[in-house]
């Protein structure tokens, strides 16, 4: 695998970025330095070597303080049992949901903070609101984090964008999406996002929110209007899924 990619995508928030050829995708997480450190996104199992060395060109591995993604998947806490012991002083972070539901797997190691929708984070100088999205991008444990300071979501799967792109852009990145999905359905990857009138509600909800910097688990991070990318994106997955 190649060696990650890290970037400085906000003020103390890095991307480390793992571009895997074979597959032609790019797995992003995301350190933010601060005074009790939070990774979103621990990435696959595989993957952890090489994780652990990006994050060691931000902070010191071992003094991550919150772990934390999205929803149970291998590219979101594939990893988690490793951070946890290369971090002694970690506490895994999802959902309250996802604490109850994939206990076995999310507090193997460790006991996980369930978070309640609209609960915060702080860890530091900086403070996290948690977001419930059920099955937004996917899964019934789903959430996001915004950073309400220099107004950043963590968006997971939202945005997704196949290729070896950028780290940051402030050029469109839904038609990318668009694409990116689009080349989904046609194969196994099929039925991305499972479009509802509650995943309209989620979308406008996040929109609401007016993020600065969109940090995309897959493609370019986006800096720019995200309101309007998030209510351009509500509509391709409406268009693609909602049919």
Request: aromatic share 8%; glycine share 6%; hydrophobic share 40%.
């Amino acid at each position: 695998m190649p060696e990650p990619v890290v970037t400085e995508i906000a003020p103390d928030v890095y991307r480390v970025s793992v571009f895997i050829p074979e597959i032609n995708l790019q797995f992003n997480h995301f350190v933010v330095d601060d005074e009790e450190p939070l990774l979103f996104h621990t990435g696959l199992r595989d993957m952890f070597p090489l994780v652990m060395g990006g994050v060691a060109r931000v902070v010191d591995p071992s003094r991550i303080r919150w772990i934390s993604f999205s929803h149970t998947e291998s590219d979101e806490c594939g990893a988690l049992a490793e951070w946890l012991q290369a971090a002694p002083n970690a506490t895994p972070v999802c959902s309250q949901v996802g604490s109850l539901v994939n206990r076995d797997f999310v507090s193997a190691v460790r006991e996980a903070r369930g978070m309640a929708d609209g609960e915060t984070l702080e860890t530091g100088k900086y403070s996290f609101r948690f977001l419930r999205t059920a099955q937004l991008p996917h899964g019934w444990d789903a959430g996001l984090l915004y950073e309400e300071t220099e107004r950043t979501l963590l968006c997971s799967d939202l945005f997704h964008q196949n290729g070896d792109v950028e780290p940051l852009t402030e050029s469109d990145v839904v038609e990318r999406a668009r694409n990116s999905l689009r080349e989904y359905e046609a194969g196994i990857l099929a039925d991305y996002v499972p479009y509802s009138p509650r995943t309209d509600r989620a979308m406008q909800r996040l929109a609401e929110l007016d993020p600065r910097t969109l940090a995309i688990m897959h493609g370019s991070t986006y800096v720019g209007d995200g309101e309007r990318a998030l209510r351009e994106l509500n509509g391709v997955l409406r268009e693609i899924f909602g049919e």
